[in-house]
């Protein structure tokens, strides 16, 4: 065994939300080692095709936002969402969404004018992985280690030994971490060893799943290519993801109730069908990426000094994209707090905060997606014999299922809700003031200062997005310069917690929700603590907002 690392944070799992999580880490000046079992440079899977909005923002928090939006599919390529009777047959409905050369200019339609800097990307998790590493292992304080797995864990009085093993040597190494996270996804040995749980459905949904490369289907389509492209006849139906927007793809083969298993189906038979191609049409699989569809939760998001994220915390249908971002959400909300603790302005119960506000999000997101699911499986299964008919009742067939189909996906797709609604409702670490939060669904939602809450997005009369504005830690945003902002700046200077006070000159489109004198967001832009004038007791809030108040009870 060699000797022992010393770290701050040891990450398990070097996919995007391990590395957003060290990215947040290192930022703030934090020491992080990460485990990855693969070699450097090894791709991932193909999967995870859409970054939320909200995911953006964190990505530009990071500075590696720009590099995220310039990879993916062309410039050019239309993110649209066609539903046709097979992908190169009959058009049934399309739901538009701008291609990244227009996604800052483009505006009507459903997924336009987000109240943010960053609206939505659809790149693959191919394209994605590389670029976050590449930016993680170039910061300061930040170490991967490659070809390295996790062992076990166990807990002192002031930290976590870990240990692991080199894959290729066999050489075991001793870790040293103040904390540990695991981001090892769902079959995840650091959720085992705290003895959580994952609870919910097994399985919602089988997909068989085949990653293809046709550099002629292209040529093949009856109308403008699209990001991803369903299909629905009476025969099979499934989905088709672009993943470079030349030749490579992802072929989704949606299996029936009777079709218990991934090779119930003949594969070969499926894809023609999804394709609407013969059997003169060539095509290579470069591999198979069969998945069930679940909606499982953690029981427990941490013991100890020990803490899960992603995939190792919650697993469920990709509906609304929500399956790698919500992941990354989690590794925003425990990087700031992990690190609030490590700098020493965070209490130990600060930290408690993390599955009191993460839990409920994964489980409310968890049954939109597999509500979602169910719906989608119930319009798969009374297809129109007649869909695909170039007759009178064909065309009729078509408007109608075209009408039900938009109206279904169109909130997923577009999914306001999901990137700018949800709210923490019961973090020990937020000073509510009894109003309750804005009910939100998958597409809509309503900008509020309630406590919980994102903070809400605006431009300022400088042009600047305001969280561009904001400070990486607390912010105090000011909006009426007469109040005295003293009494609070002085009083967490003299405990040597960070808010950067902020004087909001808001732009022409005005201050939006922003009703109160003072609204306080936190590093993740959440509404901490509002208010119309400074609180008469400063440190009460600081005693909050820092985890005392809870360590204390």
Same mark, same amino acid.
């Given at each position: 065994m060699t000797a022992a690392v010393e770290t701050d944070v040891l990450i398990v799992g070097a996919g995007p939300v391990g590395l957003t999580l060290g990215m947040i880490l290192a930022q703030r000046g934090v020491a992080v080692t !990460?485990?990855?079992?693969?070699?450097? $440079?090894?791709?991932?899977?193909?999967?995870?095709?859409?970054?939320?909005a909200r995911s953006m923002?964190?990505?530009?928090?990071?500075?590696?936002?720009?590099?995220?939006?310039?990879?993916?599919?062309?410039?050019?390529?239309?993110?649209?969402?066609?539903?046709?009777?097979?992908?190169?047959?009959?058009?049934?409905?399309?739901?538009?969404?701008p291609c990244r050369r227009d996604r800052f200019t483009a505006t009507g339609g459903p997924d336009t004018d987000w109240p943010t800097a960053e609206p939505p990307h659809r790149?693959?998790?191919?394209? !994605?992985?590389?670029?976050?590493?590449?930016?993680?292992?170039?910061?300061?304080?930040?170490?991967?280690?490659?070809?390295?797995?996790?062992?076990?864990?166990?807990?002192?009085?002031?930290?976590?030994?870990?240990?692991?093993?080199?894959?290729?040597?066999?050489?075991?190494?001793?870790?040293?971490?103040?904390?540990?996270?695991?981001?090892?996804?769902?079959?995840?040995?650091?959720?085992?060893?705290?003895?959580?749980?994952?609870?919910?459905?097994?399985?919602?949904?089988?997909?068989?799943s085949t990653y293809i490369r046709a550099p002629q289907l292209l040529g093949l389509m009856n109308d403008?290519?699209?990001?991803?492209?369903?299909?629905?006849?009476?025969?099979?139906?499934?989905?088709?993801?672009?993943?470079d927007g030349r030749e490579t793809w992802l072929v989704h083969n949606y299996l029936r109730d009777d079709e218990p298993d991934f090779d119930s189906v003949d594969r070969?038979?499926?894809?023609?069908?999804?394709?609407?191609?013969?059997?003169?049409?060539?095509?290579?699989?470069?591999?198979?990426?069969?998945?069930?569809?679940?909606?499982?939760?953690?029981?427990?998001?941490?013991k100890g000094r020990a803490f899960i994220c992603g995939d190792a915390a919650h697993l469920w249908v990709p509906y609304a994209g929500y399956g790698m971002n919500a992941g990354i959400a989690d590794a925003e909300c425990l990087g700031w707090l992990l690190a609030a603790n490590i700098a020493g302005w965070g209490n130990a119960g600060m930290l408690d905060a993390y599955a009191a506000e993460r839990q409920p999000i994964t489980e409310q997101v968890s049954v939109f997606a597999m509500n979602h699911a169910h719906a989608m499986a119930k319009e798969r299964k009374v297809v129109p014999a007649d869909i695909e008919d170039d007759t009178p009742a064909g065309a009729a067939a078509r408007k109608v299922l075209g009408r039900k189909i938009y109206d279904l996906n169109v909130q997923q797709y577009c999914c306001g809700g999901l990137n700018f609604g949800y709210y923490y409702d019961r973090s020990p670490i937020i000073s509510y003031d009894g109003q309750a939060q804005p009910a939100y669904s998958m597409a809509d939602f309503t900008p509020s200062t309630v406590p919980g809450c994102r903070t809400p997005h605006i431009w300022l009369s400088d042009k600047r997005s305001l969280y561009d504005a904001m400070g990486p830690d607390y912010t105090l945003l000011r909006f009426d310069p007469s109040q005295d902002a003293e009494p609070l700046m002085a009083a967490a200077a003299a405990r040597g917690i960070p808010i950067?006070?902020?004087?909001?000159?808001?732009?022409?489109? $005005?201050?939006?929700?922003?009703?109160?004198?003072?609204?306080?967001?936190?590093?993740?832009?959440?509404?901490?603590?509002?208010?119309?004038?400074?609180?008469?007791?400063?440190?009460?809030? !600081?005693?909050?907002?820092?985890?005392?108040?809870?360590?204390?009870?």
């Open positions: !990460l485990l990855e079992t693969r070699h450097r $440079g090894e791709p991932p899977n193909v999967k995870c095709n859409h970054v939320s923002e964190i990505l530009r928090r990071l500075g590696v936002a720009d590099a995220a939006r310039n990879a993916g599919l062309p410039a050019d390529y239309a993110n649209d969402i066609a539903y046709r009777t097979s992908m190169t047959g009959k058009a049934i409905t399309r739901i538009p969404i790149i693959n998790q191919l394209f !994605l992985e590389p670029i976050l590493f590449e930016h993680a292992v170039a910061m300061p304080g930040l170490t991967v280690l490659n070809r390295t797995e996790y062992l076990s864990h166990t807990e002192t009085a002031d930290g976590v030994q870990i240990t692991a093993r080199n894959i290729d040597s066999g050489e075991e190494t001793t870790i040293a971490a103040r904390y540990l996270a695991g981001c090892d996804g769902g079959r995840s040995q650091v959720r085992r060893d705290i003895g959580a749980k994952l609870v919910g459905d097994a399985v919602v949904q089988r997909v068989q403008a290519p699209a990001w991803a492209s369903f299909s629905l006849n009476p025969r099979r139906s499934g989905n088709v993801y672009a993943i070969d038979w499926s894809i023609r069908e999804i394709l609407g191609v013969g059997p003169d049409f060539s095509y290579e699989v470069l591999s198979n990426e069969d998945w069930f569809g679940r909606r499982l939760v953690a029981d427990s998001f941490q950067k006070l902020l004087d909001v000159v808001p732009g022409k489109d $005005g201050s939006g929700p922003y009703a109160e004198a003072f609204v306080l967001s936190r590093p993740d832009r959440h509404v901490a603590w509002r208010g119309d004038a400074c609180p008469t007791d400063p440190n009460a809030l !600081l005693d909050t907002i820092t985890g005392t108040a809870a360590s204390a009870n």
